[in-house]
């Protein structure tokens, strides 16, 4: 990665000049720049600030993707892309319009301070210095980190605190870690004794967590995993970062439209990429129930679509690489006669014997593309679990292997898409085995979900995960630059440590994660199902009813597709956020809803803090006449409530009607 000083343009909206002197307070706590990080200066009536020390020091990350000219700038569930020479960012996929392009000057990147800020959530105010607030929890770690508390006896304070803590004086623990936590990780400051800070802030985490305070908690575990990450700590980083996810309450707001101008999904321009819609597809040769072998009567790309009501657009096969083609004459046949694609998903025997020669790779290429048949083909997926049997942890000997197969494809197949796969556990290591943008046609993933209480960050033993939000790291990372495919993927409605029957958790996640695909990730254009028992997992369409139907309600909307050349007049849904741009029409919104225990009930939208629609079930849709407030800017609140009755989330955003 080249090395960028990044800066960013805070466009000022005040009619007071600013001074070169302008200071940018975060929470009430100075940024602190230096020669390193550059300056705040004042330029054609614009506040130039520094981006990567503002926007650390409000607790995001920043990201530069010298292929695209592109800043990517990360807090939580947000995504905030930059290009250069562009007047506008995209916030998770949706467009929002600035006054002041990114650009590059002097080898330093200046982006608009400003929307960006208040795309992640913050309020932005001018009073001679950049006064930041970063939303309800404020930037915690930040003021902690710099809170100039100074104790003596560092190790009996600690104590002390661990004391506080065990005897369930949470608040008491709090202050008492806060107020050291300066001099502690001074103290702790070799690069070997950091574990120390680490758990400094797992402990308060777990306070902030017992006192209800999980916002708070949240914060401080995500630091916690960054401090486990630069240790190379890979279990811990995991277990943070888990931590931090399952306890954390949002609300996102999205808007239903057919204006191409609003449309967050982007054409990439790969073969076989719908212009709209997702492609459905599926695994089921080994369900006995729907496909044998030996009777062509009952062969599964028939018997499937049958079974859920509704025809695969693919279907997936999986192929060694010492494995002929022809070992699957007769499905692609099949797959040539109703049009359909296949992912082949190619394992190779040993990634060290790979060349550029490599004749079992040279003689397949030739032979799908010969076969007149549809392809993706996804090589060594899955790379980054350890369980995998191509695992390595030199991820630049995957990189050199992929690229010599991918380039094999492209030179000898044309006509086949190619696809780098990753599972979806663990996901702090996807990035490290990315081969690069010009060998990847599609990014994939494996995504599975399985019963975990143990995981209960609250120690409750309530599985607090949602299969959905497994998504937000592929799409935050690659989504903004290529198409993404979910590889394979299905919900256990067994639990596979107890063995116990959890068909209403299984069903449950299934059809929230139909349901929010298309709405929540635009870049994903296509899903394969995995339709077999395979171990202690019961993955099976035709052994549980229950699963069965929610499979399919999940996939009855017309965004998914059943044709590779079904490009349905669809419509779109987008992110909503302030500054983001809304029809003077009535608009159908909804929400996709996170808090700890995942149980909503209901979702009550406002204007104004006057109510204005009530809705039950996901997505949580209703219908909003933005007709009288054309040309202006409106604040439009989501309050979310449980089953008790509860206001358990709520999000305002200052939508902008258009004229």
């Not at 009430?28 to 981006?51: I, Q, W």
């Not at 020390?53 to 292929?67: S, Y």
């Not at 009777?295 to 096969?317: H, S």
């Not at 030199?394 to 044309?414: C, M, S, T």
Request: charged letters at 20%; hydrophobic letters at 35%; proline letters at 5%.
């Amino acid at each position: 990665m080249k090395k960028f000083i990044f800066a960013l343009v805070f466009t000022l909206l005040f009619a007071t000049a600013a001074s070169a002197s302008t200071q940018v307070y975060i929470d009430s706590v100075a940024v602190p720049f230096n020669d390193s990080t550059g300056y705040p200066f004042v330029e054609n009536g614009r506040t130039l600030v520094p981006l990567r020390a503002t926007m650390e020091a409000f607790g995001a990350e920043v990201k530069w993707d010298g292929a695209q000219q592109t800043a990517v700038v990360s807090k939580g569930v947000t995504t905030v892309t930059c290009k250069i020479n562009e007047a506008a960012i995209y916030r998770n996929g949706t467009k929002i319009e600035n006054d002041a392009p990114a650009q590059i000057r002097n080898g330093r990147t200046y982006l608009p301070i400003r929307i960006v800020l208040e795309a992640l959530g913050a309020q932005v105010e001018w009073n001679g210095n950049v006064v930041v607030t970063s939303g309800p929890a404020g930037n915690l770690v930040y003021s902690i980190l710099n809170s100039g508390s100074h104790v003596s006896n560092v190790w009996k304070r600690w104590s002390e605190a661990l004391n506080l803590k065990s005897s369930g004086n949470y608040s008491g623990a709090i202050a008492a870690f806060t107020k050291l936590a300066p001099d502690f990780i001074e103290e702790n400051s070799a690069y070997t004794a950091q574990a120390s800070n680490a758990m400094l802030f797992k402990h308060l985490g777990e306070c902030y967590a017992s006192l209800g305070q999980n916002e708070h908690a949240a914060a401080c575990f995500k630091y916690e995993a960054s401090i486990w990450e630069k240790l190379g700590k890979n279990e811990e980083t995991i277990d943070a970062n888990r931590r931090s996810s399952l306890i954390n309450s949002y609300v996102q707001m999205y808007a239903k439209t057919l204006n191409p101008e609003l449309k967050p999904r982007k054409d990439f321009g790969e073969m076989y990429e719908p212009a709209n819609g997702i492609y459905i597809g599926a695994y089921a040769e080994g369900d006995s129930n729907i496909h044998n072998p030996y009777n062509p009567n009952m062969f599964y790309m028939d018997t499937f679509p049958q079974l859920v009501g509704k025809d695969m657009a693919g279907y997936l096969l999986y192929l060694p690489s010492t494995t002929p083609l022809s070992n699957y004459q007769s499905h692609i046949e099949k797959a040539k006669q109703k049009n359909k694609i296949i992912q082949i998903a190619l394992e190779p025997a040993s990634l060290y014997t790979i060349t550029p020669n490599s004749s079992e790779y040279i003689q397949l290429a030739q032979d799908m593309e010969n076969s007149g048949c549809k392809f993706f083909l996804r090589f060594a997926s899955e790379m980054n679990d350890t369980s995998c049997p191509w695992y390595t942890e030199d991820y630049n000997l995957y990189i050199e292997k992929f690229r010599i197969v991918a380039n094999i494809f492209h030179q000898y197949a044309p006509s086949v898409a190619v696809v780098w796969s990753p599972n979806f556990y663990p996901s702090n290591n996807i990035e490290k085995y990315y081969p690069g943008d010009e060998y990847v046609d599609y990014v994939g993933i494996s995504s599975y979900m399985n019963h975990q209480p143990e995981t209960d960050p609250l120690g409750q033993n309530i599985d607090r995960n949602r299969w959905s939000a497994q998504l937000d790291t592929i799409h935050s990372l690659y989504g903004y630059k290529k198409p993404i495919i979910i590889s394979e993927g299905a919900a256990s409605y067994m639990d596979f440590k107890t063995y116990a029957d959890i068909t209403d958790f299984a069903s449950r996640q299934i059809y929230d994660y139909y349901t929010y695909l298309p709405i929540k990730y635009p870049s994903v254009k296509a899903v394969f199902l995995y339709a077999n028992d395979v171990s202690n997992y019961r993955f099976s369409l035709t052994k549980n009813n229950t699963y069965l139907n929610a499979y399919k309600n999940g996939i009855a909307p017309d965004q998914f597709l059943s044709s590779p050349d079904e490009y349905a007049y669809l419509h779109q849904y987008y992110e909503l956020g302030t500054n983001v741009r809304v029809e003077p029409q009535p608009t159908e919104i909804c929400s996709y809803v996170k808090t700890p225990a995942n149980d909503i009930s209901y979702v009550i939208y406002s204007i104004y803090g006057t109510d204005v629609a009530t809705s039950y079930g996901i997505p949580f849709s209703v219908n909003i006449d933005f007709t009288y407030y054309r040309g202006t800017t409106v604040p439009l609140t989501a309050k979310a409530y449980d089953s008790n009755y509860k206001l358990v989330a709520e999000e305002t955003y200052y939508l902008k009607v258009m004229n």
